[in-house]
T-cell receptor, first 111, second 113 residues
Framework: KQEVTQIPAALSVPEGENLVLNCSFTDSAIYNLQWFRQDPGKGLTSLLL?????REQTSGRLNASLDKSSGRSTLYIAASQPGDSATYLC??????????FGTGTRLQVFP | NAGVMQNPRHLVRRRGQEARLRCSPMKGHSHVYWYRQLPEEGLKFMVYLQKENIIDESGMPKERFSAEFPKEGPSILRIQQVVRGDSAAYFCASSGGWQETQYFGPGTRLLVL
């Protein structure tokens, strides 16, 4: 059974820091992995999607890597800003229709 | 190009009442997924539907919950005889195919008193 774990559960950093969020999954047979952002009381915004054949994806200050064999992904946020404060969710897609989510990392960036 | 729409955004029900949650997929999408987020928990898959068909309902509770996606109109998640434990955020996602990216709606927050 696929399980997704995110570490740390919460993170508080000063503005300007580079930071890394971690995601691990137990079954390497995945179709893709996706990182989302969720603001309080809001829906999910897709940040990056990495196909199983890819090693990383970049969008602006965000970079996500995937090591399928070891069951790990990292989301790197460069030069963090207060507007980055949110919960970040990692989700893997097995070779099926559903997404399996981690419980998220709650990030707070203070000025 | 409107995204995934869900209504209502907030719903309050008393124990024993029925809750109906609606989801309109993105234009051109015929695949709909429902997820539930319980307080302080991650999102959990509930059901996957295509037009007029339930494809995968492995995450649906066995009783009181049902879902449909008719030929015309939105997908509906129906919860009968709600209990306090049903209080959660219910998210809908849509895609153009089962292998394609899922786009999420803003969610419906259900509160059962």
């Amino acid at each position: 059974k696929q399980e997704v774990t995110q570490i740390p559960a919460a993170l508080s950093v000063p503005e300007g820091e580079n930071l890394v969020l971690n995601c691990s999954f137990t079954d390497s047979a995945i179709y893709n992995l996706q990182w989302f952002r969720q603001d309080p009381g809001k829906g999910l915004t897709s940040l990056l999607l990495i196909q199983s054949s890819q090693r990383e994806q970049t969008s602006g200050r965000l970079n996500a890597s995937l090591d399928k064999s070891s069951g790990r992904s990292t989301l790197y946020i460069a030069a963090s800003q207060p507007g980055d404060s949110a919960t970040y969710l990692c989700a893997v897609r097995p070779n099926t229709d559903k997404l399996i989510f981690g419980t998220g990392t709650r990030l707070q960036v203070f000025p | 190009n409107a995204g995934v729409m869900q209504n209502p955004r907030h719903l309050v029900r008393r124990r024993g009442q029925e809750a109906r949650l609606r989801c309109s997929p993105m234009k051109g999408h015929s695949h709909v997924y429902w997820y539930r987020q319980l307080p302080e928990e991650g999102l959990k898959f509930m059901v996957y539907l295509q037009k007029e068909n339930i494809i995968d309902e492995s995450g649906m509770p066995k009783e009181r919950f049902s879902a449909e996606f008719p030929k015309e109109g939105p997908s509906i998640l129906r919860i009968q005889q709600v209990v306090r434990g049903d209080s959660a955020a219910y998210f809908c996602a849509s895609s153009g195919g089962w292998q394609e990216t899922q786009y999420f709606g803003p969610g419906t927050r259900l509160l059962v008193l």
